[in-house]
């Protein structure tokens, strides 16, 4: 069968610039992704995890079509779109079917545009619902499948709160009916008790439309409750990916180890939490002949530093990059 969305060796570099008055050199390029390759089928959910500045979010807006490639390959449904320059992707016919929910909500919507406005946008832009009872009946119906009163459709995003920000952004994003939605840490700026009701609102969407997710966030525990299956990033590579019980099980990465011995256990005298010691290297023109995670991993070995890891696979769905572990028979 073919996944929803399949996407193999894909790269994104960013060059660096130089300096003025400075000889020229060779370019240099900030690897923000690198040689990923994923599948998401229909009605997963996914989670993307990893530490600041590992190349999440720039994964999510090259999946959107938001930044373009540098190489490899990303098909919905099995039509390459990856091809398709970021100007061109706004108005493709398949834009509609991948939608992205931004971090904070307030900066993502336009301030000048009513809640209604904002939902309407894309029913005008992406499904060709003009002005009148059919687009008011559709957005009514939208915002009130998230939660959103009708009174409130006509407040500008200064005037609604965290929370029903959120909801217009994730009404705005669901109102073309899309197939995959990024949510890229959808509840990180909202608090606590308004993360719940945000998660609920994601997961009873998620069972009436049918939709797959790709969910981008910090909070582990959230992603092991809400995700099928993760993948854990680190510095532009997947370095391990699985079922979401398997791998918080049983995690194989000496990083997605320490990932999850990190999380607080909130038990009063509990072991102290794990750190990482060291600092992640820098992500321009990395060493491809080096694990990435040479100088804070506690269990590095000589040919760590010489030869990159290979993808091993531990079961039929659970692999990771690591040379200090065996694959399955």
């Given at each position: 069968?073919?996944?929803?969305?399949?996407?193999?060796?894909?790269?994104?570099?960013?060059?660096?610039?130089?300096?003025?008055?400075?000889?020229?050199?060779?370019?240099?390029?900030?690897?923000?992704?690198?040689?990923?390759?994923?599948?998401?089928?229909?009605?997963?959910?996914?989670?993307?995890?990893?530490?600041?500045?590992?190349?999440?979010?720039?994964?999510?807006?090259?999946?959107?079509?938001?930044?373009?490639?540098?190489?490899?390959?990303?098909?919905?449904?099995?039509?390459?779109?990856?091809?398709?320059?970021?100007?061109?992707?706004?108005?493709?016919?398949?834009?509609?079917?991948?939608q992205l929910v931004f971090q904070d909500a307030l900066d993502a919507i336009n301030p000048r545009m009513t809640a209604f406005q904002a939902i309407a946008d894309?029913?005008?832009?992406?499904?060709?619902?003009?002005?009148?009872?059919?687009?008011?009946?559709?957005?009514?119906?939208?915002?009130?499948?998230?939660?959103?009163?009708?009174?409130?459709?006509?407040?500008?995003?200064?005037?609604?709160?965290?929370?029903?920000?959120?909801?217009?952004?994730?009404?705005?994003?669901?109102?073309?009916?899309?197939?995959?939605?990024?949510?890229?840490?959808?509840?990180?700026?909202?608090?606590?008790?308004?993360?719940?009701?945000?998660?609920?609102?994601?997961?009873?969407?998620?069972?009436?439309?049918?939709?797959?997710?790709?969910?981008?966030?910090?909070?582990?525990?959230?992603?092991?409750?809400?995700?099928?299956?993760?993948?854990?990033?680190?510095?532009?590579?997947?370095?391990?990916?699985?079922?979401?019980?398997?791998?918080?099980?049983?995690?194989?990465?000496?990083?997605?180890?320490?990932?999850?011995?990190?999380?607080?256990?909130?038990?009063?005298?509990?072991?102290?939490?794990?750190?990482?010691?060291?600092?992640?290297?820098?992500?321009?023109?990395?060493?491809?002949?080096?694990?990435?995670?040479?100088?804070?991993?506690?269990?590095?070995?000589?040919?760590?530093?010489?030869?990159?890891?290979?993808?091993?696979?531990?079961?039929?769905?659970?692999?990771?990059?690591?040379?200090?572990?065996?694959?399955?028979?």
């Open positions: 069968m073919i996944p929803l969305l399949d996407v193999a060796e894909l790269e994104v570099r960013f060059p660096v610039r130089q300096k003025a008055g400075l000889a020229r050199r060779t370019p240099s390029f900030v690897h923000a992704v690198d040689d990923v390759s994923l599948t998401v089928a229909a009605g997963e959910t996914v989670g993307l995890v990893g530490e600041s500045g590992c190349g999440k979010s720039t994964l999510a807006r090259t999946l959107c079509r938001l930044i373009d490639a540098t190489a490899g390959s990303i098909r919905l449904e099995g039509r390459e779109i990856v091809d398709t320059h970021v100007r061109r992707a706004a108005k493709a016919p398949w834009r509609g079917d991948i894309p029913l005008k832009r992406l499904r060709g619902v003009r002005s009148g009872p059919e687009l008011t009946a559709t957005v009514t119906e939208v915002a009130a499948s998230c939660g959103i009163a009708e009174t409130l459709l006509g407040r500008f995003p200064h005037q609604l709160s965290g929370g029903q920000r959120a909801r217009v952004g994730i009404a705005r994003a669901i109102a073309c009916r899309p197939k995959l939605l990024v949510l890229d840490e959808p509840t990180a700026a909202l608090d606590v008790s308004v993360q719940v009701v945000i998660l609920q609102l994601l997961a009873r969407l998620k069972r009436e439309l049918g939709m797959s997710y790709v969910f981008v966030s910090h909070d582990l525990n959230v992603v092991r409750m809400f995700c099928d299956r993760i993948i854990v990033m680190y510095l532009g590579k997947i370095v391990e990916i699985g079922p979401a019980d398997e791998v918080f099980r049983h995690p194989r990465h000496p990083y997605t180890r320490a990932l999850i011995q990190a999380i607080p256990s909130g038990i009063p005298g509990a072991a102290p939490q794990a750190v990482i010691e060291g600092e992640a290297k820098s992500p321009i023109d990395p060493n491809p002949n080096a694990c990435r995670f040479v100088g804070r991993c506690p269990n590095e070995e000589r040919r760590c530093s010489e030869a990159a890891p290979p993808f091993v696979s531990l079961s039929r769905t659970h692999q990771a990059r690591c040379h200090l572990l065996r694959g399955s028979e």
